[in-house]
């Protein structure tokens, strides 16, 4: 009878000191590993995680305060342009994007310039004469030539990597590139031009090619095709800038998984460069709109319902998913913002409504579309 008591007891004992140590060993674990809370420190060194900003949020100190905690690249959302730094043609205006180098250094963040030849936000006079033609190909080139050289060296050692060219290929069916005031003046060949130039500014930086649609079958073939004939030309081209500007179910995962891995076989690596999950209804643009379209078209005024923000949430996760299937060719990912208040899409492609495609709102409080990112990059397989 004792004897079976004492047995008991010690069965009693060894499972206890067994339970105690496994306690112990899941706290130590997740003592030892706790879950990051920014993304930065989630990403470790495997990725970059960035943000377009504005040299006027480093102005707003708690905006300022949650880009350098949670980021660790940055791209300037306009500073970088043609038009914001020449203007004037030879007059060069590098103050704001100095401002934004500037914190990124003491925030050890990375710069990516964006972009030397887009065919927005260029001033005219680049590509083309006072009555909007076209300027001779030579003067173009040395006009292209000359921003691109005094840009890239003046950011030289201080801009990781830049957006070289900008939306050159065409969304429609047959055509091939998009018909520029670069392309008018110079010819198909400004694209090569343009990665030419960079490359002997600075042999050391990241060039890349940026655009938006081209993870869609159609357009992602004509990108493709660019690839292979910059490479042809002895050109290099580091990375695709996938831009990101998605919806909720549009494009399907896949579609961005199969454009991934078409990309990487060209040999390049692949940035998802604008990301954000627009809300709202698309409609068409801007002056065009009717009356009729607008109604209903502004829904989220008041806020965003939390079935959106999950379902919003849900879908960053299953993206992110996506590129951590890819490390060491996805290794930058960053959104066209930080919170909602400051988003593109609040003016586009109508102006005054109210949209919540980012992973902070207007109080800059993190939304379900945080947890979703930041659970994946926390998983020890993700990246
Ligand atoms: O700075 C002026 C301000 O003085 C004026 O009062 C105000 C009135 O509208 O306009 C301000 O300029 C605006 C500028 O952003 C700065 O906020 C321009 O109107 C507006 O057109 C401009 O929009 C930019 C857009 O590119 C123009 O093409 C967005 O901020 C910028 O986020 C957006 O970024 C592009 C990428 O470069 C390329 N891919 C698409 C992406 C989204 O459109």
């Given at each position: 009878m004792i004897d079976q008591l004492d047995r008991k007891i010690v069965r009693w004992c060894c499972a206890a000191i067994v339970c105690a140590f496994s306690t112990c060993a899941i706290a130590a674990d997740s003592t030892t590993l706790p879950a990051a809370t920014t993304l930065r420190a989630a990403a470790g060194d495997r990725l970059l995680i960035g943000t377009a900003i504005m040299a006027?949020?480093?102005?707003e100190p708690a905006h300022a305060r949650l880009l350098a905690g949670q980021f660790n690249a940055i791209t300037g959302g306009n500073e970088f342009k043609p038009d914001a730094l020449q203007?004037?043609?030879?007059k060069f205006t590098f103050e704001r994007a100095d401002e934004i180098v500037s914190f990124a250094r003491e925030n050890r963040m990375q710069v990516i310039g964006h972009?030397?030849?887009?065919?927005?936000?260029?001033?005219?006079?680049l590509y083309e004469d006072a009555a909007g033609k076209p300027l001779a190909r030579e003067t173009a080139l040395e006009n292209m030539r000359r921003h691109i050289t005094t840009v890239v060296t003046h950011f030289k050692g201080k801009v990781?990597?830049?957006?070289?060219?900008?939306?050159?290929?065409?969304?429609?069916?047959?055509?091939?590139?998009r018909d520029t005031p670069a392309r008018r003046a110079i010819g198909d060949d400004y694209v090569e031009k343009a990665f030419e130039f960079a490359r002997n500014a600075d042999p050391d930086v990241e060039l890349y090619y940026n655009d938006y649609?081209?993870?869609?079958?159609g357009k992602r073939e004509k990108c493709v095709r660019l690839l292979r004939e910059l490479k042809a030309k002895g050109l290099r081209v580091d990375a695709v800038g996938i831009?990101?500007?998605?919806?909720?179910?549009?494009?399907a995962a896949q579609v961005i998984e199969d454009a991934i891995r078409a990309f990487a076989a060209e040999g390049v690596k692949v940035h998802v460069t604008e990301l954000d999950i627009d809300v709202l209804p698309r409609t068409?643009?801007?002056?065009?709109?009717?009356d009729t379209e607008k109604?209903?078209?502004?829904?989220y005024v008041a806020g965003l319902p939390a079935d959106i923000a999950g379902a919003q949430g849900d879908r960053y996760r299953s993206l992110f998913e996506v590129f951590v299937k890819f490390p060491g060719v996805v290794t930058r990912i960053t959104f066209?913002?930080?919170?909602?208040?400051?988003?593109w899409l609040n003016d586009w492609?109508?102006?005054?409504r109210t949209n919540h495609p980012l992973?902070?709102?207007?109080?800059?409080q993190p939304k379900p579309a945080f947890d979703g990112v930041i659970d994946v990059l926390n998983k020890p397989s993700g990246g």
């Open positions: 006027s949020h480093l102005r203007k004037i043609n030879g972009t030397l030849v887009w065919h927005n936000q260029s001033p005219k006079w990781k990597g830049w957006d070289v060219v900008n939306e050159a290929i065409s969304d429609g069916g047959n055509d091939y590139l649609n081209i993870e869609l079958p831009q990101g500007h998605w919806q909720l179910k549009h494009p068409r643009q801007g002056a065009e709109i009717t109604e209903g078209a502004n829904p066209w913002g930080s919170h909602d208040g400051n988003t492609p109508v102006r005054g992973l902070w709102d207007r109080q800059l």
